[in-house]
């Protein structure tokens, strides 16, 4: 590499480093003067990374239906509720068939 070349690179990095700065000096700045809009956007950032992270991680799985979800609920309390009562009244809460 030729000392031209050294020079205009470095030139190019001190350039970079003073925007990046001059960056910061401006986030700094507007953080200070709105505290709460500042709060308010981190947190929505938050909430949407989140999101969009869950559904990346759960793209592969298939989706039930609510009536199948629901079903499986209610399966559940009907094998919660035979545990819990006497064998009298367990008859009642016997599990469904499908």
């Not at 986030?27 to 709460?36: G, H, L, Q, R, S």
């Not at 308010?40 to 949407?48: D, E, M, S, V, Y």
Request: cysteine-free; glycine content about 8%; aromatic content about 6%.
């Amino acid at each position: 590499m030729t000392a031209a070349h050294k020079n205009r690179l470095q030139q190019t990095t001190g350039q970079i480093e003073e925007q990046f700065h001059g960056a910061i000096q401006n986030v700094d700045e507007a953080i200070t003067k709105n505290p709460m809009t500042a709060t308010l956007a981190t947190f929505t950032l938050g909430i949407i990374s989140g999101v969009v992270i869950g559904a990346a991680m759960s793209g592969g799985r298939s989706h039930r239906s609510r009536y199948d979800q629901f079903s499986d609920q209610i399966d559940h309390l009907s094998e919660s509720l035979h545990a819990a009562v006497p064998d009298a009244v367990s008859k009642y809460f016997a599990k469904s068939r499908r």
